[in-house]
T-cell receptor, first 111, second 114 residues
Framework: EAGVAQSPRYKIIEKRQSVAFWCNPI?????LYWYQQILGQGPKLLIQ????????DSQLPKDRFSAERLKGVDSTLKIQPAKLEDSAVYLC?????????FGSGTRLTVV | GENVEQHPSTLSVQEGDSAVIKCTYS??????FPWYKQELGKGPQLIID?????GEKKDQRIAVTLNKTAKHFSLHITETQPEDSAVYFC?????????????FGKGTKLSVKP
């Protein structure tokens, strides 16, 4: 089966600019997650979707981050405006019943 | 909330030796403990997991042990090979592995020297 697809792979932006990341989960996986992985740390959950509904967004900085999952398939994560501390790898993962499959991530550098 | 501590942060072994990585967790309700391997430029890949009703699980050269009383679990890699070099993460969840937030440790960078 195809894995979790993410794009772009890399993105460099200036602070205060906006950026968007895209994720296409494994076909049939109802649950989709966005994780933030800062260099030297483990991934931290930003938001979890079940189909197109939000299950957990308690750790999403809602003043600057937003996410949507239209039609319960693809998802986009947006940051506006970006701060220097947003530099990280943004990982998308999906799951069906058990287990999680991660994409390769988008490495964001904010300068 | 749940907190997962992982040690050591770096580990260097000779090819053929064993490697052990240890994690502790704080939430006694956690019942699912996966281990992930992350290579440079890639996302984490599940290598083995264990649920709280099991004390040990083995898959070829990889084994995981769980001590629920002490709230710690360990990854054991035997007969290490250079391709085992990567960053390893432990994680914990109270959702039995069926969706829900994974709380990750900070990772262990394993280097296997030929």
């Amino acid at each position: 089966e195809a894995g979790v697809a993410q794009s772009p792979r890399y993105k460099i932006i200036e602070k205060r600019q906006s950026v968007a990341f895209w994720c296409n989960p494994i076909s049939g996986h109802a649950t989709l997650y966005w994780y933030q992985q800062i260099l030297g740390q483990g991934p931290k959950l930003l938001i979890q979707f079940q189909n197109n509904g939000v299950v957990d967004d308690s750790q999403l900085p809602k003043d600057r981050f937003s996410a949507e999952r239209l039609k319960g398939v693809d998802s986009t994560l947006k940051i506006q405006p970006a701060k220097l501390e947003d530099s990280a790898v943004y990982l998308c993962a999906s799951s069906f019943k058990y287990g999680y499959t991660f994409g390769s991530g988008t490495r964001l550098t904010v300068v | 909330g749940e907190n997962v501590e992982q040690h050591p942060s770096t580990l260097s072994v000779q090819e053929g030796d064993s490697a052990v990585i240890k994690c502790t967790y704080s939430d006694s309700a956690s019942n699912y403990f996966p281990w992930y391997k992350q290579e440079l430029g890639k996302g984490p890949q599940l290598i083995i997991d264990i649920r709280s009703n099991v004390g040990e699980k083995k898959d070829q050269r990889i084994a995981v042990t769980l001590n629920k009383t002490a709230k710690h679990f360990s990854l054991h890699i035997t007969e290490t090979q250079p391709e085992d070099s990567a960053v390893y993460f432990c994680a914990a969840s109270r959702h039995g592995g069926s969706q829900g937030n994974l709380i990750f440790g900070k990772g262990t960078k394993l280097s296997v020297k030929p």
